[in-house]
């Protein structure tokens, strides 16, 4: 990564480029470091809606909302908020609702806090056990073409699909500041 | 208790947050013929059901290809009416749902708080108890207030209602298009006879944006 410590890569503008051009309307999060520059992207564009939630499984259920009335969403959220979405997910297999969810990892790289581990070691087989396509993105080069690839996947295809974003990707979390 | 939440909530344009224990005591409405009346002339209105009696209620006032009748997914129901407000502004969007369903999703009442979408209100059947599961006592039934809360997240009209003409305001309220409202519908604990609508959720999907004028796979 070229840019200085504290600024955004920028295969994060370019994410948020492909939302752009993908005619994303609404933007939700639970807010994770890894989607810092991305929810601020968002927010700054009128010409999408983006709105914190209190927890992720909100999210499925707003992401249900909005395609019922015409709009794609993008769902943010870290892997430990993976697990609070289980049963809302019902919600998407029952209606066959378009859902996509970019998830950052925590807990399987260079972690500090185990506490992050049990619900990242969970986090793909959790959704899978609900039905939803999961792919891993490990490669920044990739990551562009693979959120354009899971929007027409979920909106043209009308799939549940979420990309982890790997830890090893997204950059180890600094703990002493 | 309410009292004191009134005094820091925002200025709000309900009559009263009235303590539940003591409105608990107060006369109690019809659930079917409160559904009825909310949905007379319902207009361009949506509708969003939450699981369980709610979406009996709804389907019980007549079917319509712009109702959503939950099945599942507890709790989710205010949330789905916050996404479909937002992608249907023009549109008055109502959910109706049941002090259980919304209890398991009280977050979702400061995320709608914060967006504070115009054209949105939820109306909350609140008979304090679980009717699907065996009518075991809820937490309303305990002094929790859902129009309390409401105005604590910042909603625009909060109010308990007890009779059916105050069931108007709601209507007009979301008419108006003024911002995110909130009314607590005080029920009977009654069990009307089931009425079951469709439970294919993609058939509801696609006849709900079909009705919007929205292409479907």
Redesign the interface.
């Known amino acids: 990564m070229k840019s200085k410590r504290g600024a955004p890569p920028d295969w994060r503008d370019e994410v948020f480029k492909t939302f752009k051009r993908k005619g994303i309307?609404?933007v939700f999060y639970v807010p994770d470091a890894g989607h810092k520059r991305l929810i601020e992207l968002a927010h700054a564009d009128k010409s999408m809606?983006t709105?914190?939630?209190?927890?992720e499984?909100?999210?499925?259920?707003?992401?249900?909302?909005?395609?019922?009335?015409?709009?794609r969403?993008v769902l943010l959220m870290q892997s430990s908020g993976v697990g609070n979405c289980i049963?809302?997910m019902?919600?998407i297999e029952?209606?066959?609702?378009p859902l996509l969810i970019l998830v950052t990892m925590r807990g399987e790289y260079g972690e500090f806090n185990p506490w992050q581990v049990p619900m990242s070691r969970a986090t793909q087989g959790s959704m899978e056990l609900m039905g939803m396509t999961v792919r891993r993105v490990e490669d920044s080069s990739r990551v562009v073409d693979d959120v354009d690839a899971a929007i027409d996947d979920a909106f043209v295809?009308?799939q549940p699909i979420a990309l982890l974003f790997a830890q090893r990707m997204l950059g180890r979390k600094k703990w002493v500041r | 208790m309410g009292a004191l939440i009134m005094a820091n909530a925002k200025p709000t344009k309900s009559k009263s947050v009235k303590p539940a224990r003591k409105a608990a005591k107060a006369t109690r409405l019809e659930r079917r013929a409160v559904v009825r009346k909310l949905l007379e002339n319902r207009g361009d209105m949506?509708v969003?059901c939450g699981l369980g009696s709610s979406t009996y209620d709804v389907f019980a006032a007549g079917d319509d290809d712009r109702n959503?009748y939950?099945?599942?997914?507890?709790?989710?129901?205010?949330?789905?009416?916050?996404?479909?407000?937002?992608?249907?502004p023009r549109k008055p969007v109502l959910v109706i749902t049941g002090d259980g369903e919304q209890l398991m999703?009280l977050?979702?009442l400061?995320?709608i708080g914060?967006?504070a979408p115009k054209n949105l209100a939820i109306v909350v059947l609140d008979n304090a108890h679980y009717a699907e599961t065996g009518m075991q006592q809820s937490h309303t039934a305990r002094g929790v207030s859902m129009t309390a809360v409401a105005a604590g997240c910042g909603f625009t009209w909060t109010g308990d209602i007890d009779s059916m003409a105050g069931l108007g305001v709601i209507r007009e309220h979301l008419e108006r298009r003024a911002g995110p409202a909130l009314a607590t519908v005080r029920i009977e604990a009654s069990e009307p006879p089931r009425a079951l609508p469709l439970r294919d959720?993609?058939e509801?999907?696609n006849r709900?944006?079909r009705a919007?004028g929205?292409q479907t796979?």
């Open positions: 309307n609404q809606t709105y914190p939630l209190t927890t499984e909100e999210g499925i259920a707003a992401a249900c909302g909005a395609w019922l009335g015409g709009h969403s049963n809302m019902s919600l029952n209606c066959r609702i295809a009308e | 949506l969003v959503i939950l099945w599942g997914a507890m709790g989710g129901a205010a949330m789905i009416g916050l996404g479909l407000a937002i992608a249907q999703g977050g979702a400061a995320t914060a967006q959720g993609v509801m999907k709900f944006r919007l929205l796979i």
